[in-house]
């Protein structure tokens, strides 16, 4: 059974941004949340008007109420190659802002302070000018009222300095669309161009040194180039704790980083106290009930389930299920993925009866939540294929696996890694059922997209390799038994 694995934290361009790698899912791809002129004309104080629009203009901050689904639109006027930086001081809520260009198309977006106090930077050289749009709304729709204030901090004509720091964030968020459509090897270069610009403009222990040293090593990460990755993320974390103190939320992403490296390398007696540490720091700088606390509990209960500790990851799935069922409702899609998590540590268990109707909710909440042919749709269905196969059921498992490949090869393209893990699943079900002539190609397929966008030396492509070695073993058995009864 595959289970939804540790989740890793990236810090991008536009804040702080959790994917999920796993065994199944190997890298959700990111929504640009790109925003159309009329969406920007209704994204108003609350009642979607476009008279709900305020100036922002330097000496005169806004300070305001903002809750639910509530969003607040600012419009500032830029010339081109003028420099801008607003500071959103969050006073009791948390928000997430977006910078949206003349022509309403998203730009950046910013939620890199997960606290109800603290601050988020926009930090911006206009390329043409015209007005542009900042929209600022609570980073979940459920969250009470809260205070921010808005204010321009600077606004003036760009340096040299500025144009640089700009080409780096615009490398960053390049680096970033690549790495999301599974063109890692694309995507080294624009990273590290990005990091080399920061640290020559901005020393080695700024915080947005920082955001691409993470960068990078998430990179390493996903090609399985693991003994790069490592150091990287040591660097980082210690940075943060130097530059943020040790008990800071951004210290927790990286020690989770770090955790789920050891994990995918078997090393968990290093994993577990980072992911106890991870934890703890959430849990004192968020609250018990914290959106982020869920997820560092899922990721420690994935654990215990690898190793063999079912109790205690029952429990903490548990725990996780009912601060996300009672924070964001039951039919959110992160509930779908901790109702997959336990799902499949009961599979792990052999209990096939409490399994499927949490998979199955998974997949009604996903299919209803994000439409029918979204890539987590594709995880959802692959989850209940490989349940039925695991009950031998392979006439429901079959379509279910189809239907995930049409899924990925639409929305992620035929040469994502997302699709290679569909295609193996595929060619595992023919394998179980002893037809190896239908299952190879499927085999053979999936190691050529693993070899391209991975790299011949990643894990992961040398178990391809030895799926296709086993099978042409079985290939050969299968031969001789037919000829031996001639």
Known sequence: MRRLGARLTFFP??????????????????????????????????????????????????????????????????????????????????????????????????????????????????????????????????????????????????????????????????????????????????????????????????????????????????KGEYSKAEPLYQRALAIWEKSLGPDHPNVAHTLNNLAVLYENLGDYAKAEPLYQRALTIKEKSLGPDHLDVADSLNNLANLYGAQGDYAKAEQIHQRALAILEKSLGPDHPDVAHSLNNLANLYSSLGDYTKAEPLQRRALAIKEKSLGPDHPDVAMSLNNLANLYGALRDYAKAEPLMRRALAIREKSLGPDHPGVALSLLNLATLYSDQGDYVKAEPFFRRALAIREKSLGPDHPLTARSLSNLAILYGALRDYANTRYRHR
């Open 13 to 222: 361009l536009f804040g702080l941004l959790v994917v999920a790698p796993s065994q199944e899912a190997f890298g959700r791809p990111i929504d640009p949340s790109q925003q159309s002129t009329q969406e920007r004309r209704d994204a108003g104080g609350g009642t979607g008007g476009e008279d709900d629009v305020q100036t922002l203009e330097p000496g005169k901050p806004h300070r305001r109420m903002l809750a639910g689904e509530q969003r607040h639109t600012y419009r500032i006027r830029l010339a081109a190659d003028q420099f801008l930086k607003a500071i959103i001081e969050q006073r009791g809520i948390d928000v997430a802002a977006r910078l949206l260009g003349p022509d309403g198309k998203q730009i950046m977006r910013l939620d890199s302070e997960s606290r109800l106090l603290g601050s988020e930077t926009v930090e911006h050289v206009a390329e043409s000018e015209g007005d542009y749009w900042l929209v600022v709304q609570p980073r979940r729709k459920e969250a009470p009222a809260g205070a921010y204030e808005i204010r321009v901090e600077e606004l003036r004509a760009a340096t040299e300095n500025d144009r640089a720091l700009h080409e780096a964030r615009k490398l960053y968020k390049k680096a970033s669309d690549l790495r999301n459509a599974g063109k890692y090897d694309e995507a080294f270069p624009y990273i590290e161009q990005a990091l080399e610009i920061r640290e020559r403009r901005l020393g080695p222990d700024h915080p947005d040194v920082n955001q691409a040293i993470n960068g990078l090593a998430a990179l390493h990460y996903y």
